[in-house]
T-cell receptor, first 113, second 109 residues
Framework: AAGVIQSPRHLIKEKRETATLKCYPI?????VYWYQQGPGQDPQFLIS???????DKGSIPDRFSAQQFSDYHSELNMSSLELGDSALYFC????????????FGSGTRLTVV | TQLLEQSPQFLSIQEGENLTVYCNSS?????LQWYRQEPGEGPVLLVT?????EVKKLKRLTFQFGDARKDSSLHITAAQPGDTGLYLC?????????FGAGTILRVKS
């Protein structure tokens, strides 16, 4: 069965550079979520989209932005990267509604040097 | 502060032992989910519990949702080395999933 696809798997950027992470949700899932997970921490919610419209926003820095496109894939854009942005970034998709679990991608490991 | 408090944080046991992981909150959740995460990989959904008092079994894993829908537990019977990993409880709060801090389980053979 198709899963949530994230690319790239690994990314190394220098401080102040820009990074773009991509996510392809499970077909027919109407909601996409982005999470950031630092070392030894639980995933922290960044932002979500329902039917291509932003539905909720968490602790996402102003330097970050995201959007969902007509084909339902989503991109997380990160500018003016800082060392503290180094983390695993996960995308997840689900069907909206109570009781539906989230399917997570394998994540993008971003390292800022 | 975490919306969902998980305990214990770490658990190291011998193969064949039983264990229980707890997930507690002062808030009511419409549903709670349990995930397992391997290092460098995304969390994988184990179960979703929706109804207060609900009990779900997945082979040697038993999940329970509290009557008041504020807490949940994961019980593993006869743990095996393959059960080693990070276990996360998560609840839908508003329109997003929030996680507990996780329980790192190590099962020694």
């Amino acid at each position: 069965a198709a899963g949530v696809i994230q690319s790239p798997r690994h990314l190394i950027k220098e401080k102040r550079e820009t990074a773009t992470l991509k996510c392809y949700p499970i077909p027919r899932h109407d909601t996409v979520y982005w999470y950031q997970q630092g070392p030894g921490q639980d995933p922290q919610f960044l932002i979500s989209f329902y039917e291509k419209m932003q539905s909720d926003k968490g602790s996402i820095p102003d330097r970050f932005s995201a959007q969902q496109f007509s084909d339902y894939h989503s991109e997380l854009n990160m500018s003016s990267l800082e060392l503290g942005d180094s983390a695993l970034y996960f995308c997840a998709s689900s069907l909206a509604g109570q009781g539906y679990g989230y399917t997570f991608g394998s994540g993008t490991r971003l390292t800022v040097v | 502060t975490q919306l969902l408090e998980q305990s214990p944080q770490f658990l190291s046991i011998q193969e064949g032992e039983n264990l229980t992981v707890y997930c507690n909150s002062s808030s009511v959740f419409s549903s709670l989910q349990w995930y397992r995460q391997e290092p460098g990989e995304g969390p994988v959904l184990l179960v979703t519990v929706v109804t207060g008092g609900e009990v779900k079994k997945l082979k040697r894993l038993t999940f329970q949702f509290g009557d008041a829908r504020k807490d949940s537990s994961l019980h593993i019977t006869a743990a095996q080395p393959g059960d080693t990993g990070l276990y996360l409880c998560a609840g839908v709060y508003g329109n997003k999933l929030v996680f507990g801090a996780g329980t790192i389980l190590r099962v020694k053979s």
